[in-house]
């Protein structure tokens, strides 16, 4: 009964381009990634924005929040998932620069509302 209390939660590494980041159980990747001063661009944190996007290039994540922002079928297929609404359940290796139009774009909109 008390050795589950003690029992230490597992730890995986994700690799971000040529970092590397320990991240624990149930913590998202966005969240450890800026932990370790990773600097994966995102704006809500909770699945609404979609600038956080990664593509997943080894391991398996598990979505913890239901994302409001889609993807579309392909960026399904190819691996695409929010680092904000995601969990390690393996060691990751996760490509960053997934984001780079949307980011492009989201900077030209907010730019022409100021």
Request: contains cysteine.
């Amino acid at each position: 009964m008390f050795k589950s209390w003690f029992a230490p939660s597992p730890r995986y590494r994700l690799q971000l381009a040529h970092q590397f980041v320990n991240i624990s159980a149930g913590q998202t990747i966005l969240h450890s990634a800026l932990l370790h001063g990773v600097n994966i661009p995102h704006g809500c944190k909770t699945g609404a924005c979609g600038m956080c996007k990664c593509r997943l290039l080894s391991g398996q994540v598990e979505l913890v929040i239901e994302p409001t922002a889609k993807l579309t079928a392909t960026e399904i297929d190819s691996g695409v998932f929010f680092a904000c609404c995601a969990v390690a359940k393996t060691d990751l290796r996760v490509d960053i620069g997934v984001n780079a139009v949307t980011l492009t774009k989201f900077r030209e909109h907010s730019a022409a509302r100021l």
